[in-house]
T-cell receptor, first 117, second 112 residues
C-alpha cells in the first residue's frame, strides 16, 4: 500500500529533551516536506526537500532540523524542544513538480501530535 | 508571505443543507487545491483547479477558481454526515519551483 508513515503518532516530552520524528514514504517520491498544524493557522511549512541531500527552509524553520540521506526517509529533529513547538506535525511527499502549473498532489502521513511541557 | 483566508472558520449544519466555503487572497496563484482532513488523519486531495474561472465537480461538491486566480469556493449540495471534516485550500506559487500555501481551514460538522 502506498503510504507515508510517521512515528511516533503521539509524544509528550519535556523542554530541552532532543527528539526525532521519523517519516518514510514507499512511493519513490522525490519531494518531501514537513508541516505543523495549529488551530486557526492552517498548515505551515517547516522544511522541505527536493531530492536526496537537498533541503531548504520553509516558512517556520526555527528550532527544527532535517536531513535527507535516503530518498524514502525525511526525519524531523527538534534539538531542544520548547512549549511553543507543541503542535500536530505532518510529513508529506509528492512526485517532483515538473508539470507547471499543475501542482502535484501532496500525500500526507497520519500526523504526529507532540506536546512539550 | 502569501495568506489564504478561509471563511467561515466553523460551520455546523443539518444533513441535506447546502453550504459554501470561501478561500480568499490578495495574491495570484498558478493553481489551487482543496484538501479534506478527517480526525486523526492527514489531508487528502479533493481537486486541483488551474485556469481562472474553472469549475470542477466531484459528486455533490463543486469547486470554482476565481477569474483573477486570487480566490476559490467550494459548494456542497445536500450535505451528508460523511462530509464532516476540515477543508483546506492551498494555493500554488512559483518561487523557482511550485510551493503550496495553505489556507486557515474550515471545520464542517454535518449532523444527521
Amino acid at each position: 500500500e502506498a503510504q507515508v508513515t510517521q512515528n511516533p503518532r503521539y509524544l509528550i516530552t519535556v523542554t530541552g529533551k532532543k527528539l526525532t520524528v521519523t517519516c518514510s514514504q514507499n512511493m519513490n517520491h522525490e519531494y518531501m516536506s514537513w508541516y505543523r498544524q495549529d488551530p486557526g493557522l492552517g498548515l505551515r511549512q517547516i522544511y522541505y526537500s527536493m531530492n536526496v541531500e537537498v533541503t531548504d527552509k520553509g516558512d517556520v524553520p526555527e528550532g527544527y532540523k532535517v536531513s535527507r540521506k535516503e530518498k524514502r526517509n525525511f526525519p524531523l529533529i527538534l534539538e531542544s524542544p520548547s512549549p511553543n513547538q507543541t503542535s500536530l506535525y505532518f510529513c508529506a511527499s509528492s512526485p517532483f513538480w515538473t508539470d507547471f502549473p499543475n501542482t502535484g498532489e501532496l500525500f500526507f502521513g497520519e500526523g504526529s501530535r507532540l506536546t512539550v511541557l | 508571505t502569501q495568506l489564504l483566508e478561509q471563511s467561515p472558520q466553523f460551520l455546523s449544519i443539518q444533513e441535506g443543507e447546502n453550504l459554501t466555503v470561501y478561500c480568499n487572497s490578495s495574491s495570484v496563484f498558478s493553481s489551487l487545491q482543496w484538501y479534506r482532513q478527517e480526525p486523526g488523519e492527514g489531508p487528502v486531495l479533493l481537486v486541483t483547479v488551474v485556469t481562472g474561472g474553472e469549475v470542477k465537480k466531484l459528486k455533490r461538491l463543486t469547486f470554482q477558481f476565481g477569474d483573477a486566480r486570487k480566490d476559490s469556493s467550494l459548494h456542497i449540495t445536500a450535505a451528508q454526515p460523511g462530509d464532516t471534516g476540515l477543508y483546506l485550500c492551498a494555493g500554488a506559487v512559483n518561487t523557482g519551483f511550485q510551493k503550496l500555501v495553505f489556507g486557515t481551514g474550515t471545520r464542517l460538522l454535518v449532523s444527521p
